[in-house]
């Protein structure tokens, strides 16, 4: 995994410009939204660190390496299983988020935070429902019938470029969480009121759009360097390891936080 960055990553609006648009939305005469934006990055910046070491977010992020391993066989349930992630029946969106519980419980992640474990929880059980969305055979536009494979998603990701995708997905998901989440924190520490606050929070959640694309925007570059250590991973007998999957969270989440960083400073 290289430590290439070539220039900003372009985004169709700047941090500050997200967090302007929410703060006018809100309703609120003055607010010190320059402020809020750079405390919700530094807030992101320093939780960032802490992430490639919480065993309950390698714990999700392993789950889905894992289900797309699978996806490389013919018949993917009985390689799931193999891996040790035991779907009952076919793999719906239900199905898969018990089966997440059940591998997390199974690895028994000692080293985690709840408030972590909790925000990556949501964002797994998100990128699964939209991947599947996205990626089943129902949803495949064709001239000819399709024969219904309830696999398909995964064996989409199971290659590299689908791998890419799916990583991005969930990077986003996680990082839109988490920039809400400290974002609501930064305004609730710069309003003075708590109708301020109320209106604030609202503004957030009945944009969260503006967010979540932002975020999905900034973890493009995580795409970059996924599918060679994917392809890496997928050739080994064994799902990959908490040391395969904390290296892979530590190379990205350097690139994030010096993302961030870039975005702090411009702004």
């Not at 992101?44 to 919480?54: E, G, I, V």
């Not at 898969?96 to 419980?105: E, G, M, N």
């Not at 219904?148 to 799916?166: A, Q």
């Not at 991973?233 to 799902?239: P, R, T």
């Amino acid at each position: 995994m290289g430590h290439l960055r070539t220039g900003n990553i372009p985004k169709t609006r700047k941090w500050r410009d997200v967090v302007f648009s929410i703060s006018s939305l809100s309703g609120i005469g003055d607010i010190p939204y320059d402020e809020i934006a750079e405390k919700t990055l530094e807030a992101s910046n320093q939780f960032l660190r802490r992430l490639p070491y919480d065993e309950a977010f390698q714990c999700c992020f392993q789950f889905l390496v894992t289900l797309s391993i699978a996806g490389r066989d013919q018949d993917v349930g009985k390689s799931a299983k193999n891996f040790g992630i035991n779907i009952e029946g076919e793999p719906t969106k239900i199905k898969l988020s018990k089966a997440l519980r059940d591998w997390i419980d199974a690895n028994h992640p000692k080293s985690y935070d709840s408030e972590i474990a909790s925000l990556a929880r949501q964002a797994t059980a998100d990128t699964i429902a939209s991947w599947i969305n996205e990626n089943s055979s129902a949803n495949q536009l064709s001239l000819f019938s399709v024969e219904e494979d309830p696999y398909r998603p995964w064996r989409v990701s199971s290659k590299g470029d689908g791998f890419c995708k799916l990583t991005r997905s969930f990077f986003s998901n996680f990082t839109s969480r988490y920039l809400n989440f400290f974002l609501s924190r930064a305004a609730n520490s710069n309003l003075k009121t708590y109708d301020e606050r109320r209106k604030f929070n609202d503004a957030i959640n009945k944009n969260s759009e503006k967010v979540a694309q932002h975020a999905f925007e900034t973890t493009k570059l995580v795409q970059s360097f996924s599918a060679g250590w994917f392809n890496k991973q997928s050739k080994k007998e064994s799902a990959p390891s908490f040391h395969d999957i904390r290296g892979f969270l530590i190379h990205s989440f350097e690139k994030l936080r010096e993302e961030f960083r870039i975005q702090k400073e411009g702004q």
